[in-house]
């Protein structure tokens, strides 16, 4: 590592942690000092919810190919905190969510991530490990799985957040018939595609890693949405301030001999 890759990760540390320490202090003494852009998702989730708890029904949730101790950990906690957030809602009086995961180093972060939203709630003893499972995302197995869960748990829409290629449609497809809500996000470009044509609110981008701050009440998770927004921010700049000193050159030399030649 040169020395001015070592000066940029420094600074981008620096100002993360800068950020961080000041959004969450903030956002402890008001919630909605900096105010967030909508994500339908996150607004759709909530009653996705509510709606299964009327209808005696379930929801599904799938973290696809995620896994821990590879390039897909922190899609793997984004699902787990998916999870997490579903599970706090439905422990109040409805069936748990059905999850499946495709590696079975994602079985513990989950049935973990679901007992801590029951504990939280006050209603571990309504908690089931069962509902958590595994099918291998290395064949058709895992997409099976959730098109036949669809009809056998009944379940009333899905939420599908983690690495799936372009099998997605399957289940998609399958919502889309008994007309149920579906959320969709993949890290994968085919599963990508496949989610924003047919899912009914898709998740784009650092989207999927954002669920603790818009449907939690943690100040660390919302001061880490807003660390993101500021992060984006200079980085557009940095990218166009690189572009004007990259043009500055050509434009002076045009300039030059415009005028050399009037």
């Known amino acids: 590592m040169d020395s001015t890759?070592?000066?940029?990760?420094?600074?981008?540390?620096?100002?993360?942690?800068?950020?961080?320490?000041?959004a969450s202090q903030f956002t402890r003494r008001?919630?909605?000092?900096?105010?967030?852009?909508?994500?339908?998702?996150?607004?759709?989730?909530?009653?996705?919810?509510?709606?299964?708890?009327?209808?005696?029904?379930?929801?599904?949730?799938?973290?696809?190919?995620?896994?821990?101790?590879?390039?897909?950990?922190?899609?793997?906690?984004?699902?787990?905190?998916?999870?997490?957030?579903?599970?706090?809602?439905?422990?109040?009086?409805?069936?748990?969510?059905?999850?499946?995961?495709?590696?079975?180093?994602?079985?513990?972060?989950?049935?973990?991530?679901a007992r801590r939203a029951y504990l939280?709630?006050?209603?571990?003893?309504?908690?089931?490990?069962?509902?958590?499972?595994?099918?291998?995302?290395?064949?058709?197995?895992?997409?099976?799985?959730?098109?036949?869960?669809i009809g056998d748990e009944k379940v009333n829409g899905g939420i599908y957040l983690g690495d799936f290629?372009?099998?997605?449609?399957?289940?998609?497809?399958?919502?889309?018939?008994?007309?149920?809500?579906?959320?969709?996000?993949s890290t994968q470009l085919e599963g990508q595609a496949v989610a924003y044509a047919l899912a009914d609110n898709v998740l784009l981008g650092e989207e999927l890693f954002v669920a603790g701050a818009y449907m939690g009440d943690s100040a660390i998770q919302r001061a880490s949405l807003i660390t993101i927004d500021v992060l984006r921010w200079l980085i557009i700049v940095v990218i166009i301030g690189g572009a004007l000193l990259s043009l500055r050159v050509p434009l002076n030399e045009g300039l030059a001999r415009l005028l050399g030649g009037g």
């Open 165 to 185: 290629n372009s099998a997605l449609a399957l289940p998609l497809e399958a919502l889309a018939r008994r007309r149920s809500i579906s959320i969709a996000g």
């Open 30 to 113: 008001r919630r909605d000092f900096y105010p967030v852009r909508d994500i339908p998702a996150y607004t759709t989730a909530p009653f996705l919810v509510g709606q299964a708890i009327e209808a005696g029904r379930r929801v599904q949730l799938s973290s696809g190919a995620a896994t821990l101790g590879g390039a897909s950990t922190a899609l793997a906690l984004a699902s787990a905190e998916m999870l997490y957030q579903m599970a706090r809602r439905t422990a109040i009086g409805g069936e748990a969510p059905v999850t499946t995961v495709g590696e079975t180093a994602m079985l513990p972060l989950m049935i973990g991530a």
């Open 120 to 149: 939280d709630s006050g209603r571990i003893d309504r908690f089931r490990p069962s509902a958590i499972r595994w099918a291998p995302s290395s064949s058709l197995a895992l997409i099976a799985s959730l098109t036949a869960d």
């Open 5 to 22: 890759t070592q000066v940029l990760t420094t600074l981008i540390i620096l100002i993360v942690l800068v950020v961080s320490i000041f």
